[in-house]
């Protein structure tokens, strides 16, 4: 079992492009959420994904969105890139109703 | 609403001795809590979590946390750190139970002298 895996480990973006981010669920899970990591933060919660439909939402712009497949998994994209965007985005995957979330190694974003 | 207040951003404890971080919560709700572990480049791992069954709970490598509802409290304990156990640890609150909209703790970063 690969577990969560995420994709790209890192990449660099200038301010007002876009990104897509590509989160693959570990087997078996069908819900998966996003996180932004802050250097020296904890992870804010941006998304939630079941089902193909965006089910919880965090308090992030509408810059940031998403994307369910069918197969479960996720991409997370974000538009006009600000420098404050630079952060380690971070999957988890789920069921629904179950407690416990398995985290991907994560994307390091950086904004220049 | 949903809060969690890890009251130590560092910690530091010589190997073999007890570890204690803190956690303090605020949930409208029943809560879930858990406590995660991230290692230096690596992905977050569940240590251990709490969901309304039994008070102390038991999570790998050694860890326990007890949930304490008139503290509201959920702090995590190991009764003698290991070089290995340095990384930042985080406490999270969910408001029912399942891994919903999730709230992190700001992280206490656990540094263990030799």
């Known amino acids: 079992d690969a577990g969560v895996t995420q994709s790209p480990t890192h990449l660099i973006k200038t301010r007002g492009q876009q990104v897509t981010l590509r989160c693959s669920p570990k087997?078996?899970?069908?819900?998966v959420s996003w996180y932004q990591q802050a250097l020296g933060q904890g992870p804010q919660f941006i998304f939630q994904y079941y089902e193909e439909e965006e089910r919880q939402r965090g308090n992030f712009p509408d810059r940031f969105s998403g994307h369910q497949f069918p197969n479960y998994s996720s991409e997370l994209n974000v538009n006009a890139l600000l420098l404050g965007d630079s952060a380690l985005y971070l999957c988890?995957?789920?069921?629904?109703?179950?407690?416990?979330?398995?985290f991907g190694q994560g994307t390091r974003l950086t904004v220049v | 609403a949903q809060s969690v207040t890890q009251l130590d951003s560092h910690v530091s404890v010589s190997e073999g001795t007890p570890v204690l971080l803190r956690c303090n919560y605020s949930s409208s709700y029943s809560p879930s809590l858990f406590w995660y572990v991230q290692h230096p480049n690596k992905g977050l791992q569940l240590l251990l979590k709490y969901t309304s069954a039994a008070t102390l709970v038991k999570g790998i490598n050694g860890f326990e946390a007890e949930f304490k509802k008139s503290e509201t409290s959920f702090h995590l304990t190991k009764p003698s750190a290991h070089m290995s156990d340095a990384a930042e640890y985080f406490c999270?609150?969910?408001?029912?139970?399942?891994?919903?909209?999730?709230?992190f703790g700001t992280g206490t970063k656990l540094q263990v002298i030799p």
């Open positions: 999270v609150v969910s408001p029912s139970g399942g891994y919903q909209k999730v709230t």
């Open positions: 087997s078996g899970h069908d819900t």
């Open positions: 988890a995957s789920s069921l629904p109703g179950v407690t416990e979330a398995f």
